[in-house]
């Protein structure tokens, strides 16, 4: 995290809470660790890891503050709940990404249209379950240009790059999501366009751990467990909680947020 965004979500988090010169004192104090980290040749990323997440920072201060009598304020009071419609367009803009590279496959020719048209809805039905139909039927069909389907009169090994060339667009469908938010840290690619992302109730650092459970047990591989029951309960219990709550977040202990960061 760069010093600029450091400072402003721990100014986001005391700010109300303390008088404003003191919250000027703190921000200043931690600008000089930044400045004295980067004398040292660290860069800011590097420091920030360091110090922890600005979120648990300013918790720490005001647990510590003298005179500080006011009630430790819990995640959902603390932060801005991310609007419900903004998370569903999120979803829905991280649902077309993930399945770039089989749509990428079938255009190019590497794979047969019923991907498209068959499995796909068999995706949104049950994540796992169109694997089963790539091992029993792809080794019969190649596409052939102006053909839907044709008979494979190849050889094994022409097949079996299908499988794996398809297999792959499968994996990168379900860990999509996994994999960018552990790499953008807090967020998907759709999260960030619609300005939210995903924190900790407790206010700790979100960890690569955090993000498997949230992103792939708690999503893909429950919703292929329960066929897809456990998406249809995440969203009525989002509409009718305060926190937007869902199956993912709890089961991974965290909540979406507006992204301060970016504007707010």
């Given at each position: 995290?760069?010093?600029s965004?450091?400072l402003?979500?721990?100014?986001?988090?005391?700010?109300?809470?303390?008088?404003?010169?003191?919250?000027?004192?703190?921000?200043?104090?931690?600008?000089?660790?930044f400045?004295?980290g980067?004398?040292?040749n660290?860069?800011?990323?590097?420091?920030?890891d360091?110090i922890?997440s600005?979120?648990?920072?300013?918790?720490?201060?005001?647990?510590?503050?003298?005179?500080?009598?006011?009630?430790k304020?819990?995640a959902e009071?603390?932060y801005?709940?991310a609007?419900?419609?903004?998370r569903?367009?999120?979803f829905?803009?991280?649902y077309?990404?993930?399945?770039?590279?089989l749509?990428?496959?079938?255009?190019?020719?590497e794979?047969p249209?019923?991907?498209?048209?068959?499995?796909?809805?068999?995706?949104?039905?049950n994540p796992?379950?169109p694997v089963?139909f790539i091992?029993n039927?792809?080794h019969?069909f190649r596409?052939?240009?102006?053909?839907i389907?044709?008979?494979?009169?190849?050889?094994?090994?022409?097949d079996?790059?299908?499988?794996?060339?398809?297999?792959?667009?499968?994996?990168?469908?379900?860990l999509?999501?996994?994999?960018?938010m552990?790499?953008?840290?807090?967020?998907?690619?759709?999260?960030?366009?619609?300005?939210?992302k995903?924190v900790?109730r407790?206010?700790?650092?979100?960890r690569?751990?955090d993000?498997?459970?949230r992103?792939?047990?708690?999503?893909?591989?429950l919703?292929?467990?329960?066929?897809n029951?456990?998406?249809?309960v995440s969203f009525?219990?989002?509409?009718?909680?305060k926190?937007?709550?869902?199956?993912?977040?709890?089961?991974?202990?965290?909540?979406?947020?507006e992204?301060?960061r970016?504007?707010h």
């Amino acid at each position: 995290m760069k010093k600029s965004e450091f400072l402003r979500e721990l100014r986001y988090n005391l700010m109300g809470k303390i008088s404003d010169d003191e919250l000027e004192n703190i921000i200043m104090d931690y600008d000089e660790i930044f400045e004295s980290g980067k004398a040292e040749n660290k860069t800011e990323d590097e420091i920030s890891d360091m110090i922890g997440s600005p979120a648990l920072v300013a918790n720490t201060i005001l647990d510590e503050w003298p005179n500080n009598n006011t009630s430790k304020p819990g995640a959902e009071s603390s932060y801005p709940v991310a609007p419900l419609g903004r998370r569903v367009v999120a979803f829905i803009i991280d649902y077309i990404l993930s399945l770039v590279p089989l749509a990428l496959l079938v255009i190019i020719g590497e794979a047969p249209r019923f991907v498209l048209f068959l499995i796909l809805p068999m995706m949104m039905y049950n994540p796992v379950l169109p694997v089963f139909f790539i091992f029993n039927s792809l080794h019969l069909f190649r596409p052939q240009p102006g053909v839907i389907l044709h008979y494979s009169s190849s050889s094994p090994t022409v097949d079996t790059i299908h499988i794996i060339l398809i297999l792959a667009g499968f994996i990168f469908f379900w860990l999509y999501s996994t994999l960018a938010m552990i790499i953008m840290k807090d967020k998907t690619i759709g999260m960030r366009l619609m300005n939210i992302k995903v924190v900790k109730r407790d206010r700790t650092a979100l960890r690569p751990i955090d993000v498997l459970v949230r992103q792939f047990i708690g999503k893909v591989l429950l919703a292929s467990l329960t066929w897809n029951i456990s998406y249809i309960v995440s969203f009525f219990w989002a509409v009718f909680s305060k926190a937007n709550n869902t199956v993912h977040d709890k089961l991974a202990g965290t909540m979406v947020v507006e992204d301060v960061r970016d504007g707010h």
